[in-house]
């Protein structure tokens, strides 16, 4: 089995990772809601040893997926 299942497609832009504080302020809600529902699989974060990372852009496609219309 691979150690490193995913595979990072790099296009010259870097987006830098929030922390679950941070994330969690952009949308509002607990960091440790936030943390549950990536466990869950229900958002896209990255866990780093014990730290949740998450992309700003990743937090709002999820959102756009939420909104009605």
């Not at 992309?55 to 999820?62: D, G, K, M, Q, Y």
Request: glycine share 8%; net charge positive; aromatic share 8%.
């Amino acid at each position: 089995m691979d150690k490193f299942p995913l595979r990072v497609v790099y296009n010259g832009n870097f987006e830098p990772l929030l922390d679950s504080d941070e994330a969690a302020a952009l949308l509002k809600i607990h960091p440790k809601t936030l943390q549950k529902m990536a466990r869950k699989g229900k958002i896209t974060g990255i866990q780093i040893g014990t730290r949740w990372r998450f992309c700003a852009s990743a937090l709002h496609e999820w959102l756009a997926k939420k909104m009605p219309g």
